[in-house]
């Protein structure tokens, strides 16, 4: 069964206010909740609300940086929601960028691939209740044992965009994230996991704007957008996927410093391709593209729109279209 998520949290709504939407969400068929962590909430406390809110709702982290907890903290992190929420909790990890890392938290983005794997493989050992004193690669951990070690230990899914990375994550891991991507893009995604990776876990989170008003969902796509695909290993994975030339332009104004002309280069295909928007059936329609192509958690990520705006009522209505059933 193809598991359908949302995520956490949602534009103008305060956290304590989510109590509501998260009770309704399992019986408009979501079956998962997932946070995210940039320089809003933190990917913990969201889901820990909501494992007290809904006693079925899967929870997970999309993504907890690597870098910016260390290992053991993050242990401790994963362990308590884990017990919190026994057996619906999935930790997502990855190498974030240089600007949540280094740039807002002073700690240097370096050797991002083996942070990872060294990271997972920590956790495996810290979250089976195993005394860890290793050196690894880009750490050192000197016995550390988690005193409330969790009954189930929770999946642990790697954030991934480009096939090394991936294979990590199929690997190492029991599936893998990834982020900002066209449903076209999906098969080249689905390739490079390859057989091996065929019973692991592949999420995607998808932007979805559920306006008709096209000129107001692109702009406002646009502005992410233009934040996301300079960010090197986003340019790298849209390079690779095949849309080099189309962000040239993006990628030679924002090197100049104008933001700008930046946003304006992106192409109205490249936006639409990776920020669904249109009526909210039309929108569940393209998600649901996503699942043929073989994404196996789609985790909805809404963005405001005018007729949403400070209406919890048409928020539910939208949640409602966009759900599974």
Same mark, same amino acid.
């Given at each position: @069964?193809?598991?359908?998520?949302?995520?956490? +949290?949602?534009?103008? $709504?305060?956290?304590?206010?989510?109590?509501?939407?998260?009770?309704?969400?399992?019986?408009?068929?979501?079956?998962? !909740?997932? =946070?995210?962590?940039?320089?809003?909430?933190?990917?913990?406390?969201?889901?820990? @609300?909501?494992?007290?809110?809904? /006693?079925? +709702?899967?929870?997970?982290?999309?993504? !907890?940086?690597?870098?910016?907890?260390? /290992?053991?903290?993050?242990?401790? =992190?994963?362990?308590?929601?884990?017990?919190?929420?026994?057996?619906?909790?999935?930790?997502?990890? #990855?190498?974030?960028?240089?600007?949540?890392?280094?740039?807002?938290?002073? *700690?240097?983005?370096?050797?991002?691939?083996?942070?990872?794997?060294?990271? $997972?493989?920590?956790?495996?050992?810290?979250?089976?209740?195993?005394? %860890?004193?290793?050196?690894?690669?880009?750490?050192?951990?000197?016995?550390?044992?988690?005193?409330?070690?969790?009954?189930?230990?929770?999946? *642990?899914?790697?954030?991934?965009?480009?096939?090394? @990375?991936?294979?990590?994550?199929?690997?190492?891991?029991?599936?893998?994230?990834?982020?900002?991507?066209?449903?076209?893009?999906? /098969?080249?995604?689905?390739?490079?996991?390859?057989?091996?990776?065929?019973?692991?876990?592949?999420?995607? &989170?998808?932007?979805?704007?559920?306006?008709?008003?096209?000129?107001?969902?692109?702009?406002?796509?646009?502005?992410?957008?233009?934040?996301?695909?300079?960010?090197?290993?986003?340019?790298?994975?849209?390079?690779?996927? #095949?849309?080099?030339?189309?962000?040239?332009?993006?990628?030679?104004?924002?090197?100049?410093?104008?933001?700008?002309?930046?946003? &304006?280069?992106?192409?109205?295909? %490249? $936006?639409?391709?990776?920020?669904?928007?249109?009526?909210?059936?039309?929108?569940?329609?393209?998600?649901?593209?996503?699942?043929?192509?073989? *994404?196996?958690?789609?985790?909805?990520?809404?963005?405001?729109? /005018?007729?949403?705006?400070?209406?919890?009522?048409?928020?539910?209505? $939208?949640?409602? %279209?966009? #759900?599974?059933?």
């Amino acid at each position: @069964m193809t598991r359908w998520g949302l995520t956490l +949290l949602l534009d103008g $709504v305060p956290l304590h206010a989510h109590r509501a939407l998260v009770e309704e969400l399992p019986g408009l068929g979501y079956t998962d !909740v997932w =946070s995210a962590e940039t320089a809003g909430t933190d990917a913990f406390t969201p889901l820990a @609300m909501a494992a007290a809110w809904s /006693p079925t +709702l899967r929870l997970g982290t999309a993504i !907890v940086p690597v870098h910016t907890r260390g /290992p053991a903290l993050l242990a401790m =992190s994963a362990a308590t929601l884990a017990e919190a929420a026994p057996g619906r909790f999935v930790l997502g990890v #990855g190498a974030s960028s240089p600007a949540i890392v280094q740039r807002w938290n002073g *700690i240097p983005h370096t050797e991002p691939y083996r942070r990872v794997r060294d990271t $997972v493989r920590f956790l495996r050992r810290a979250l089976a209740g195993e005394r %860890v004193d290793a050196e690894y690669e880009t750490f050192t951990v000197r016995g550390f044992r988690l005193e409330r070690p969790p009954q189930t230990p929770p999946p *642990i899914l790697l954030a991934a965009l480009r096939p090394g @990375m991936l294979r990590l994550a199929v690997r190492e891991a029991d599936g893998a994230i990834t982020n900002f991507l066209g449903a076209a893009d999906v /098969p080249k995604v689905v390739e490079a996991v390859g057989a091996a990776g065929a019973s692991k876990e592949l999420v995607a &989170r998808i932007f979805v704007c559920p306006t008709e008003d096209a000129a107001y969902a692109r702009q406002l796509a646009r502005r992410l957008l233009s934040a996301y695909l300079t960010v090197p290993a986003y340019a790298a994975f849209h390079e690779w996927l #095949g849309r080099g030339e189309q962000l040239k332009p993006l990628h030679e104004a924002w090197a100049a410093g104008d933001r700008e002309a930046a946003t &304006r280069a992106i192409p109205d295909e %490249v $936006v639409d391709a990776l920020v669904l928007h249109g009526a909210p059936e039309a929108c569940r329609e393209q998600v649901l593209r996503y699942v043929e192509a073989g *994404i196996t958690t789609p985790v909805l990520a809404l963005f405001p729109t /005018p007729e949403l705006a400070a209406d919890l009522g048409a928020l539910r209505r $939208v949640l409602r %279209v966009l #759900g599974p059933s």
